[in-house]
Protein backbone atom coordinates (compact mmCIF):
# COMPACT_ATOMS: atom_id res chain seq x y z
CA UNK A 1 0.00 0.00 0.00
CA UNK A 2 2.97 2.73 0.87
CA UNK A 3 4.33 1.72 -2.41
CA UNK A 4 1.15 2.15 -4.31
CA UNK A 5 0.58 5.70 -2.27
CA UNK A 6 3.98 6.62 -3.56
CA UNK A 7 3.18 5.83 -7.07
CA UNK A 8 -0.10 8.11 -6.94
CA UNK A 9 1.61 10.72 -5.41
CA UNK A 10 -1.01 10.53 -2.62
CA UNK A 11 -0.62 12.82 -0.03
CA UNK A 12 -2.85 12.69 3.40
CA UNK A 13 -5.64 15.93 4.46
CA UNK A 14 -3.61 17.22 7.23
CA UNK A 15 -5.31 20.67 7.51
CA UNK A 16 -8.38 21.18 10.30
CA UNK A 17 -11.72 20.37 8.88
CA UNK A 18 -14.58 23.01 8.90
CA UNK A 19 -18.13 22.72 8.86
CA UNK A 20 -20.44 23.58 5.48
CA UNK A 21 -21.00 27.08 6.05
CA UNK A 22 -16.78 27.18 5.10
CA UNK A 23 -17.72 25.81 2.08
CA UNK A 24 -20.17 28.49 1.65
CA UNK A 25 -17.79 30.97 1.50
CA UNK A 26 -15.33 28.81 -0.61
CA UNK A 27 -17.83 28.40 -3.12
CA UNK A 28 -18.57 32.05 -2.93
CA UNK A 29 -14.54 32.99 -3.08
CA UNK A 30 -14.30 30.42 -6.56
CA UNK A 31 -17.75 32.33 -8.21
CA UNK A 32 -15.88 35.47 -8.04
CA UNK A 33 -12.58 34.59 -9.13
CA UNK A 34 -14.93 32.66 -12.00
CA UNK A 35 -16.66 36.08 -12.75
CA UNK A 36 -13.71 38.29 -12.60
CA UNK A 37 -11.89 36.11 -15.65
CA UNK A 38 -14.28 38.18 -17.99
CA UNK A 39 -13.36 40.74 -19.71
CA UNK A 40 -16.97 42.44 -20.05
CA UNK A 41 -17.43 42.21 -16.28
CA UNK A 42 -13.86 44.24 -16.11
CA UNK A 43 -15.67 46.61 -18.55
CA UNK A 44 -18.59 46.95 -16.46
CA UNK A 45 -16.91 47.48 -12.88
CA UNK A 46 -14.78 50.48 -15.34
CA UNK A 47 -18.54 51.95 -16.09
CA UNK A 48 -19.26 51.68 -12.67
CA UNK A 49 -16.40 53.95 -11.21
CA UNK A 50 -17.04 56.22 -13.85
CA UNK A 51 -20.88 57.21 -12.40
CA UNK A 52 -18.84 56.91 -9.01
CA UNK A 53 -16.18 59.41 -10.47
CA UNK A 54 -18.79 62.16 -11.41
CA UNK A 55 -20.52 61.85 -7.86
CA UNK A 56 -17.08 62.38 -6.47
CA UNK A 57 -15.93 65.14 -8.23
CA UNK A 58 -19.25 66.80 -8.59
CA UNK A 59 -19.02 67.04 -5.15
CA UNK A 60 -16.00 69.51 -5.00
CA UNK A 61 -17.57 71.24 -8.12
CA UNK A 62 -20.47 72.34 -6.11
CA UNK A 63 -18.35 73.39 -3.20
CA UNK A 64 -15.94 75.28 -5.79
CA UNK A 65 -19.04 76.82 -7.57
CA UNK A 66 -20.59 77.87 -3.91
CA UNK A 67 -17.05 79.85 -3.48
CA UNK A 68 -17.12 81.38 -6.64
CA UNK A 69 -20.98 82.82 -6.48
CA UNK A 70 -20.11 86.19 -6.29
CA UNK A 71 -20.29 86.91 -9.58
CA UNK A 72 -23.06 85.92 -11.94
CA UNK A 73 -20.21 84.25 -14.69
CA UNK A 74 -17.12 81.67 -13.72
CA UNK A 75 -15.00 80.07 -15.87
CA UNK A 76 -14.92 76.60 -16.23
CA UNK A 77 -11.75 74.73 -17.75
CA UNK A 78 -11.38 78.08 -19.55
CA UNK A 79 -15.00 78.87 -20.92
CA UNK A 80 -17.18 80.96 -19.02
CA UNK A 81 -20.26 79.40 -17.61
CA UNK A 82 -23.27 80.94 -15.78
CA UNK A 83 -23.13 79.93 -12.46
CA UNK A 84 -26.84 79.89 -11.61
CA UNK A 85 -27.72 77.77 -14.41
CA UNK A 86 -24.86 74.95 -13.97
CA UNK A 87 -25.93 75.36 -9.59
CA UNK A 88 -29.78 74.34 -11.19
CA UNK A 89 -28.30 71.30 -12.67
CA UNK A 90 -26.36 69.97 -10.15
CA UNK A 91 -29.28 70.91 -7.72
CA UNK A 92 -31.14 68.16 -9.60
CA UNK A 93 -28.49 65.68 -8.03
CA UNK A 94 -28.72 67.17 -4.78
CA UNK A 95 -24.79 66.76 -3.83
CA UNK A 96 -24.82 68.54 -0.96
CA UNK A 97 -23.86 64.92 1.37
CA UNK A 98 -27.69 64.83 2.12
CA UNK A 99 -29.43 61.64 2.39
CA UNK A 100 -30.44 62.23 -1.78
CA UNK A 101 -27.11 62.51 -2.33
CA UNK A 102 -26.64 58.80 -1.84
CA UNK A 103 -30.36 57.88 -2.74
CA UNK A 104 -29.54 59.41 -6.02
CA UNK A 105 -25.28 57.68 -6.31
CA UNK A 106 -27.33 54.38 -5.96
CA UNK A 107 -30.55 54.88 -8.47
CA UNK A 108 -27.70 55.89 -11.00
CA UNK A 109 -25.33 53.36 -10.24
CA UNK A 110 -28.25 50.24 -10.83
CA UNK A 111 -28.27 51.09 -14.61
CA UNK A 112 -24.92 49.22 -14.42
CA UNK A 113 -25.94 47.16 -11.37
CA UNK A 114 -28.53 45.23 -13.28
CA UNK A 115 -26.25 44.55 -16.53
CA UNK A 116 -23.76 42.93 -13.83
CA UNK A 117 -26.26 41.16 -12.50
CA UNK A 118 -27.31 39.65 -15.26
CA UNK A 119 -24.46 38.62 -16.26
CA UNK A 120 -23.19 37.33 -12.63
CA UNK A 121 -26.67 35.36 -13.26
CA UNK A 122 -25.81 33.56 -15.97
CA UNK A 123 -22.32 32.17 -15.13
CA UNK A 124 -22.52 31.78 -11.67
CA UNK A 125 -25.99 30.05 -11.14
CA UNK A 126 -27.32 29.38 -15.08
CA UNK A 127 -24.30 27.52 -15.80
CA UNK A 128 -24.60 24.98 -13.05
CA UNK A 129 -28.19 24.09 -14.31
CA UNK A 130 -27.47 24.34 -17.85
CA UNK A 131 -24.35 22.06 -17.58
CA UNK A 132 -25.02 19.94 -15.15
CA UNK A 133 -23.04 21.02 -12.68
CA UNK A 134 -25.35 21.29 -9.74
CA UNK A 135 -25.39 17.15 -8.55
CA UNK A 136 -21.77 17.62 -8.71
CA UNK A 137 -21.73 19.95 -5.74
CA UNK A 138 -24.72 18.69 -3.79
CA UNK A 139 -23.11 15.35 -3.27
CA UNK A 140 -20.40 17.08 -1.42
CA UNK A 141 -21.17 17.31 2.35
CA UNK A 142 -23.21 20.43 2.54
CA UNK A 143 -26.44 20.88 2.08
CA UNK A 144 -28.98 22.94 -0.58
CA UNK A 145 -29.13 25.80 0.96
CA UNK A 146 -25.67 26.02 1.71
CA UNK A 147 -24.60 26.26 -2.11
CA UNK A 148 -27.43 29.00 -2.44
CA UNK A 149 -25.55 30.84 0.52
CA UNK A 150 -22.74 30.76 -1.15
CA UNK A 151 -23.80 31.90 -4.56
CA UNK A 152 -25.50 34.38 -2.92
CA UNK A 153 -22.65 36.07 -1.06
CA UNK A 154 -20.91 35.98 -4.40
CA UNK A 155 -23.95 38.04 -5.71
CA UNK A 156 -23.69 40.31 -2.57
CA UNK A 157 -20.16 40.94 -2.85
CA UNK A 158 -20.94 42.76 -6.70
CA UNK A 159 -23.81 44.43 -4.92
CA UNK A 160 -22.33 45.91 -2.01
CA UNK A 161 -18.73 46.57 -4.46
CA UNK A 162 -20.98 49.16 -6.89
CA UNK A 163 -23.05 50.65 -4.23
CA UNK A 164 -22.59 50.08 -0.97
CA UNK A 165 -18.94 50.32 -0.35
CA UNK A 166 -18.93 53.65 -3.07
CA UNK A 167 -21.96 55.47 -1.12
CA UNK A 168 -19.93 55.64 2.10
CA UNK A 169 -16.52 56.57 0.20
CA UNK A 170 -18.69 59.57 -0.87
CA UNK A 171 -20.28 60.17 2.73
CA UNK A 172 -16.78 60.63 3.90
CA UNK A 173 -15.81 62.40 1.19
CA UNK A 174 -19.11 64.79 2.02
CA UNK A 175 -17.68 65.01 5.77
CA UNK A 176 -14.62 66.39 4.49
CA UNK A 177 -16.03 69.18 2.42
CA UNK A 178 -17.97 70.53 4.62
CA UNK A 179 -17.09 70.89 8.70
CA UNK A 180 -16.42 67.15 9.64
CA UNK A 181 -16.90 67.32 12.92
CA UNK A 182 -19.78 68.74 12.95
CA UNK A 183 -20.97 66.26 9.73
CA UNK A 184 -19.73 63.12 11.25
CA UNK A 185 -21.55 63.63 14.54
CA UNK A 186 -24.51 65.07 12.92
CA UNK A 187 -24.88 63.05 9.88
CA UNK A 188 -24.33 59.21 11.90
CA UNK A 189 -27.45 58.27 10.66
CA UNK A 190 -26.55 58.45 6.65
CA UNK A 191 -23.91 56.02 7.40
CA UNK A 192 -26.02 53.33 8.95
CA UNK A 193 -28.75 54.05 6.04
CA UNK A 194 -26.62 53.57 3.47
CA UNK A 195 -25.39 50.12 5.33
CA UNK A 196 -29.22 49.36 5.59
CA UNK A 197 -30.06 49.95 1.60
CA UNK A 198 -26.81 48.08 0.96
CA UNK A 199 -28.68 45.06 3.09
CA UNK A 200 -31.64 45.80 1.27
CA UNK A 201 -30.20 45.48 -2.18
CA UNK A 202 -28.25 42.67 -1.37
CA UNK A 203 -31.25 40.54 0.27
CA UNK A 204 -33.19 41.52 -2.72
CA UNK A 205 -31.52 41.42 -5.82
CA UNK A 206 -29.12 37.91 -4.20
CA UNK A 207 -32.78 36.69 -4.31
CA UNK A 208 -33.83 37.84 -7.85
CA UNK A 209 -30.31 36.75 -9.31
CA UNK A 210 -30.89 33.58 -8.13
CA UNK A 211 -34.34 32.61 -9.54
CA UNK A 212 -34.49 33.78 -12.49
CA UNK A 213 -30.79 32.34 -13.42
CA UNK A 214 -32.30 29.27 -12.20
CA UNK A 215 -35.59 29.60 -14.23
CA UNK A 216 -33.73 31.25 -17.61
CA UNK A 217 -30.02 29.98 -17.17
CA UNK A 218 -28.31 31.70 -20.20
CA UNK A 219 -27.24 35.75 -20.67
CA UNK A 220 -29.28 36.97 -22.89
CA UNK A 221 -32.68 35.69 -21.83
CA UNK A 222 -31.77 36.56 -18.12
CA UNK A 223 -30.39 40.11 -19.73
CA UNK A 224 -33.87 40.74 -21.73
CA UNK A 225 -36.07 39.94 -18.55
CA UNK A 226 -33.52 42.20 -16.04
CA UNK A 227 -34.21 45.01 -18.72
CA UNK A 228 -37.83 44.23 -18.59
CA UNK A 229 -38.25 44.57 -14.63
CA UNK A 230 -35.62 47.65 -14.52
CA UNK A 231 -36.37 49.16 -18.26
CA UNK A 232 -39.93 48.14 -19.28
CA UNK A 233 -41.67 48.20 -15.48
CA UNK A 234 -40.52 51.71 -14.70
CA UNK A 235 -41.87 53.25 -18.03
CA UNK A 236 -45.49 51.32 -17.67
CA UNK A 237 -45.80 52.58 -13.96
CA UNK A 238 -45.11 56.23 -14.49
CA UNK A 239 -47.77 55.81 -17.91
CA UNK A 240 -50.48 53.96 -15.45
CA UNK A 241 -49.94 57.14 -12.60
CA UNK A 242 -50.09 59.80 -14.95
CA UNK A 243 -53.45 58.37 -16.23
CA UNK A 244 -54.97 57.25 -13.42
CA UNK A 245 -53.65 59.56 -10.93
CA UNK A 246 -53.17 56.65 -8.59
CA UNK A 247 -49.31 56.69 -7.08
CA UNK A 248 -49.75 52.73 -5.79
CA UNK A 249 -49.28 51.59 -9.72
CA UNK A 250 -45.42 52.64 -9.21
CA UNK A 251 -45.49 49.42 -6.73
CA UNK A 252 -44.92 47.29 -10.02
CA UNK A 253 -42.02 48.68 -10.36
CA UNK A 254 -39.30 46.65 -8.38
CA UNK A 255 -36.33 49.29 -8.88
CA UNK A 256 -38.39 52.04 -7.18
CA UNK A 257 -39.60 49.97 -4.25
CA UNK A 258 -36.11 49.56 -3.59
CA UNK A 259 -35.37 53.04 -4.08
CA UNK A 260 -38.31 53.70 -1.59
CA UNK A 261 -36.70 51.04 0.92
CA UNK A 262 -33.64 52.99 0.37
CA UNK A 263 -34.52 56.52 1.24
CA UNK A 264 -36.79 55.32 4.44
CA UNK A 265 -33.29 53.76 5.58
CA UNK A 266 -31.50 57.06 5.15
CA UNK A 267 -34.74 58.68 7.08
CA UNK A 268 -36.09 61.08 4.16
CA UNK A 269 -38.68 63.12 4.03
CA UNK A 270 -41.69 61.30 2.03
CA UNK A 271 -42.53 64.73 0.45
CA UNK A 272 -39.36 65.83 -0.96
CA UNK A 273 -39.45 62.78 -2.89
CA UNK A 274 -38.77 62.90 -6.55
CA UNK A 275 -40.70 62.08 -9.10
CA UNK A 276 -43.95 62.47 -7.20
CA UNK A 277 -46.38 61.27 -6.14
CA UNK A 278 -44.79 58.21 -4.58
CA UNK A 279 -46.85 55.43 -2.63
CA UNK A 280 -45.80 55.10 1.56
CA UNK A 281 -42.63 53.64 2.53
CA UNK A 282 -44.91 50.59 3.95
CA UNK A 283 -46.26 49.77 0.78
CA UNK A 284 -42.74 49.73 -0.56
CA UNK A 285 -41.46 47.48 2.10
CA UNK A 286 -44.49 44.99 1.54
CA UNK A 287 -43.84 44.73 -2.06
CA UNK A 288 -40.19 44.18 -1.53
CA UNK A 289 -40.94 41.47 0.84
CA UNK A 290 -43.40 39.82 -0.78
CA UNK A 291 -40.93 39.47 -3.77
CA UNK A 292 -38.18 38.22 -1.92
CA UNK A 293 -40.48 35.37 -0.31
CA UNK A 294 -41.91 34.10 -3.93
CA UNK A 295 -38.22 34.06 -5.28
CA UNK A 296 -37.38 31.82 -2.21
CA UNK A 297 -40.21 29.72 -2.43
CA UNK A 298 -39.68 29.26 -6.38
CA UNK A 299 -35.75 28.49 -5.34
CA UNK A 300 -36.62 25.65 -2.78
CA UNK A 301 -39.00 24.07 -4.90
CA UNK A 302 -36.61 24.01 -8.07
CA UNK A 303 -32.99 23.12 -5.98
CA UNK A 304 -34.83 19.91 -4.43
CA UNK A 305 -36.45 19.05 -7.32
CA UNK A 306 -32.13 18.12 -8.34
CA UNK A 307 -31.03 14.71 -8.22
CA UNK A 308 -27.83 14.39 -6.26
CA UNK A 309 -25.46 11.93 -7.43
CA UNK A 310 -23.80 9.80 -4.22
Known amino acids: MAHTDTLLRYRPWRGVPHGPLYASV ?10 LRRRLMWGLLALALLVFFFFFYAQYLVVW ?5 ATDTIRFAGVPVNAKNLTRFLD ?18 GYVLVIVLALAGSVLIGNDFFHGSLPFYLSKPIGRWHYLLGKSLAVGVLINLLTTGPAIVLWVQAGLLYDWRSYYVNHLSLLVG ?20 VWLRRTVPLAMVWMALFALLPMLANWLVEATKDERWRLIDLWNNLYLCGLSCLQTDHATIRPSPQPDYWMAWVAVGGGVLVCGMYLRRRIQAVEIVA
Open 65 to 69: IENQL
Open 194 to 213: IIGYGLVLTVTLSALVMATA
Open 26 to 35: ALARASLKLL
Open 92 to 109: RLALNGSDHTFGNFIWYQ
